[in-house]
């Protein structure tokens, strides 16, 4: 059993939870991941380590209240306890020799993206970081990136901050400006990493994104996390989840992310009344 040592409420939708999980503290290394259970019979979730603390010995994920188990967790406070907490899982990232990297987060992608930065200015890399949200009260982490960045742009779709537009938009401006990039990281939604993959493909700047298929046991075995890159069948939860963008095949992945949306929407039902309405 691991305990909840801590739980904070970002926005409406996405909660800081820090786990007190010492053997996976000990060696998480920034771009790993968890996976999770919330009692027995429970679906099994993966989340990416957003921060560690070997001292303490907790491990923090954030999560976005989307589906049937995250809405679950997200009932539980500090103090209570969640019966399987794996990891760390995947590969960690390569982050050594980069002298400026522009690491780029959209949504909650930003608590992905935090760690990278982290690990970077700890490397002693300039780091500029773009952080996008649909609004302002949608905007996370900012203080926590700030800190670890030379340099921050937060943008908004609809403008709600004073800055508005998308993290290509920022990404685009800075590169025009003068900025020589020699690693950017891309981590959000499918169709934000396509993007910005395509914006700097042109330049010839090295861009690493993380990929989040379904997953399931973690180790590869089932053949679930799979994404094609380069043109082979890699499995996110063994090979990644960092891969050179430019290899990336974003549509197929983006296909094979619907292929469940039904079960899920069918499930969250389930859970809160019944499927009258679905």
């Known amino acids: 059993m691991f305990k909840i040592a801590k739980k904070e409420r970002l926005n409406e939708q996405v909660t800081l939870m820090e786990i007190e999980a010492p053997l996976v503290a000990k060696k998480a290394q920034p771009g790993q991941f968890i996976i999770f259970r919330i009692k027995d019979g429970g679906e099994r979730i993966p989340l990416t380590i957003a921060d560690y603390d070997r001292e303490k010995g907790t491990v923090t994920i954030i999560f976005q209240k989307v589906g049937k188990t995250t809405k679950e967790l997200d009932t539980l406070n500090e103090g209570d306890f969640i019966l399987d907490f794996v990891g760390p899982l995947g590969t960690a990232s390569h982050l050594e020799g980069y002298k400026k990297v522009a690491v780029i987060g959209g949504g909650l992608g930003t608590a992905i993206a935090y760690p990278q930065a982290k690990e970077l200015s700890r490397l002693g890399a300039e780091v500029h970081s773009i952080i996008g949200f649909r609004n302002k009260d949608l905007v996370i982490l900012e203080d926590k990136v700030n800190a670890v960045s030379d340099k921050t742009v937060v943008m908004t779709d609809d403008g709600s901050n004073g800055n508005k537009g998308f993290v290509t938009n920022a990404l685009k401006e800075l590169i025009d400006s003068g900025e020589n990039y020699d690693l950017v990281i891309a981590i959000g939604p499918l169709i934000m990493m396509k993007m910005i993959c395509e914006l700097t493909r042109p330049y010839g700047i090295k861009t690493i994104v993380s990929m989040n298929p379904v997953m399931i046991?973690?180790?590869?075995?089932?053949?679930?996390?799979?994404?094609?890159?380069?043109?082979?069948?890699?499995?996110?939860?063994?090979?990644g989840p960092d891969f050179d963008g430019h290899l990336v095949d974003f549509d197929l992945a983006m296909r094979r992310q619907q292929m469940y949306k039904k079960h899920e929407r069918e499930s969250d039902c389930r859970m809160f009344g019944g499927l009258e309405n679905a």
């Open 217 to 239: 046991d973690g180790t590869g075995m089932c053949g679930g996390c799979r994404v094609e890159v380069g043109g082979e069948t890699k499995f996110a939860c063994v090979d």
